[in-house]
């Protein structure tokens, strides 16, 4: 039923209504990253997507868990309105509370067709992040 | 946080047998918990209900400060996040009740209405190609869809006020159609200021588009009649042509579900609210935070209702165009709309006693009983419609609200509800065609894509016919007709 996804970022666990994924990272960044990855690999086809356009985001939160979420619905906010697939991300900075980090991506345009699912917002529902032996895991719920 | 990770497995807290309907979740379960969960059921269901995390929501909106009588579930419960999905819990405004983001859900007043036609279903049956093809085309769905129905941002905000009025009022309807939509299609005290630039925009140029995942149009023939005399009211009779149309506030309603959600989480100290889920945020209805997001939401609903209307239009005309007849013979009068995602402040009598509640309805609908103030003259004697779609290979019914359901504040289902996740469903379905198998059954379904026909396919869903034998059994609503699907749009 788990599904993986591309070595290990993210993978999938059942939820009745929405998708729910556990999403891994080495450190704290990557985590992030691969967060952002795993929403935008749900919402459109990644494969062979390029990605000439990057964006700089500069962002803040009271916590660790409430800073994820708002990193992916600020990449959300920017897809729906600038219409940017994003694919690659880069966490430069990350402290407590604050994540400086660029996204890249293409136009929608004529990749329209890659468009799968349509993710609402990212839920706090269950959200927290863990320290695993190599790292960092999270859980978070999609609402789609 | 008492919240130990996530994933579906069997839920093992303690379900006591009522009666044949309906389970209790004793206060004691959980520590915090202010009132006993209710959920209704059937024995066989209750199977299904304890295999996800469905339960344990239950009991964590028993947390919400000033919740009366129960935290209830109705029979199409399942998985959500913060409130479970079939949720309606009340709190007592005038003791600190508080309102939740995560009670009304991101698609704010997500809701289905009704149209019936002069059609019959052998007058269907030839032109259904065409007539699927012609609403394919004609309405704009999918991820990010825009439609057609291009508005100002002045005229946005007045949009945010008057719902579906400005859209009749701009050509896309009829008056009469507003009479039959809860609350006229507009409900009072929205609040354009409370949107932020981010929800206007997320909004701009969607008014008039599907969207994707559950929402759809379905074209349907009535197959059986329960109550022959509220069926003559409405209008209704075996064979009719009926189209129910499930859409909600899009882009809009999400963003401000999202930024309030966010700042209600600072609430939980502010107001020393203890939840044991972030996504259950909440703050007191009498507060600064808590009036400005009923302002918003109220917006995001009123947009929904502009949303269905303009849909609407766009379906009536895709009609007359395939069937070259005018509006006039074809007869596609509105029977009514409702909302299933939605925070309603309402008057209800709890131990004896008039209350002021905030009656937060997720993923379930209103069903006031016959003779309530609220409803249009020609309905007071029937009862609130209800209109309950099911998944697109078998049934939906229309139902009416009854005065039993005084135990759930005036509220019922909202649908078949989920049994499989999505991943499931599509690997349960792989390598099958599902329209192609609900074309064997006379049904044409069209999706801009393949996996969301996989993922709504029916077995994904419970059987509509039996979380309506619930309802119907424990008395909260009645049956009045069910309908089968003929042709269906997917988002």
């Known amino acids: 039923m788990v599904k993986s996804n591309h070595m290990e970022r993210y993978e999938q666990f059942p939820h009745t209504a929405d998708i729910g994924v556990r999403v891994y990272g080495k450190d704290m960044k990557e985590l992030f990253e691969n967060a952002a990855f795993a929403m935008f690999d749900i919402i459109a086809d990644l494969q062979g997507i ?28 920017n897809f729906y309105t600038k219409s940017i697939i994003f694919s690659r991300f880069e966490v430069k900075e ?31 529902h269950g959200l927290k992040i863990e320290k695993t032996d190599s790292g960092y895991k999270v859980e978070i719920v999609f609402d789609i | 946080m008492t919240y130990k990770g996530i994933g579906m497995s069997m839920w093992q807290g303690e379900l006591e047998r009522i009666d044949a309907f309906r389970w209790r ?18 024995e066989e269901m209750v199977k299904d209900i304890r295999s996800d995390r469905a339960p344990e929501q239950v009991a964590n909106v028993a947390f919400l400060p000033g919740i009366v009588k129960h935290s209830l579930a109705m029979p199409d419960i399942h998985w959500g996040y913060g ?16 309102v939740s983001p995560g009670g009304v859900g991101f698609d704010i007043n997500c809701g289905v209405r009704l149209i019936k036609t002069n059609l019959k279903e052998g ?22 869809s825009k439609g057609d129905i291009r508005i100002s941002g002045a005229e946005e905000r007045k949009l945010l006020v008057d719902g579906a009025r400005w859209v009749v009022d701009h050509g896309y309807g009829r008056q009469e159609d507003l009479e039959y939509t809860e609350d006229h299609g507009a409900i009072k005290g929205a609040d354009p200021d409370a949107v932020s630039a981010r929800a206007y925009e997320r909004g701009k140029n969607q008014s008039g588009t599907l969207g994707s995942g559950n929402h759809f149009i379905e074209v349907q ?66 507060s600064p935070e808590g009036k400005a997001y009923l302002g918003a939401m109220k917006c995001a609903a009123n947009y929904a209702w502009a949303n269905r209307q303009c849909l609407m239009h766009l379906t009536r005309s895709a009609f007359e165009k395939v069937f070259n007849m005018g509006p006039k013979d074809l007869g596609m009068d509105l029977v009514y709309d409702v909302a299933h995602n939605i925070a309603k ?140 699907p003929l042709g269906v749009i997917k988002g």
């Open chain 1, 50 to 77: 390029d990605a000439p356009i990057t964006k700089n985001f500069t962002l803040d939160a009271p916590d660790h868990e409430q800073l994820l979420v708002v990193w992916l619905d600020e990449l959300l906010y």
């Open chain 1, 94 to 124: 990350l402290t407590d509370g604050c994540i400086k980090a660029t996204a890249s991506g293409r136009p929608v345009g004529e990749n329209r067709n890659r468009l799968k699912t349509e993710i609402k917002a990212a839920t706090y």
């Open chain 2, 25 to 42: 979740i004793p206060k004691g379960y959980k520590a915090g918990m202010r009132v006993d969960g209710v959920i209704y059921a059937d």
């Open chain 2, 83 to 98: 409130f479970p999905i079939g949720g309606v819990a009340a709190t007592d405004i005038d003791s600190g009740g508080v």
């Open chain 2, 123 to 144: 007058d269907v049956r030839p032109k259904l190609k065409d007539l699927v093809y012609a609403l394919y085309n004609d309405i704009p769905a999918g991820v990010g």
């Open chain 2, 221 to 286: 023939a009535i197959d059986e009649i329960y109550e022959k005399e509220t069926a003559d009211i409405f209008g209704l009779e075996a064979g009719q042509v009926t189209i129910m149309i499930h859409s909600g506030s899009r882009g809009l309603g999400y963003q401000i579900c999202d930024e309030y959600s966010k700042d209600m989480i600072q609430c939980l100290s502010k107001y020393g609210i203890n939840v044991p889920d972030r996504q259950l945020a909440s703050a007191p209805v009498n």
């Open chain 2, 345 to 484: 402040v309402e008057r209800h009598t709890v131990d004896g006693k008039e209350k002021t509640l905030c009656v937060h309805r997720k993923g379930a609908t209103r069903a006031f009983p016959p003779g309530h103030p609220e409803l249009p003259a020609r309905y007071r004697k029937t009862g609130q419609p209800v209109i309950i779609p099911g998944d697109m290979g078998r049934n939906s019914y229309l139902l009416t609200g009854t005065e039993g359901a005084k135990e759930t504040f005036y509220s019922t289902c909202h649908g078949a509800g989920r049994l499989m996740s999505r991943s499931a469903a599509i690997s349960a379905c792989r390598g099958r065609s599902i329209s192609r198998e609900l074309e064997t059954k006379g049904i044409m379904v069209m999706s801009s894509s393949r996996d969301t026909l996989a993922e709504e396919a029916p077995e994904a869903y419970k059987d509509v016919n039996e979380v309506v034998g619930v309802v119907d059994g424990a008395g909260i609503s009645k049956r009045v007709c069910r309908m089968r």
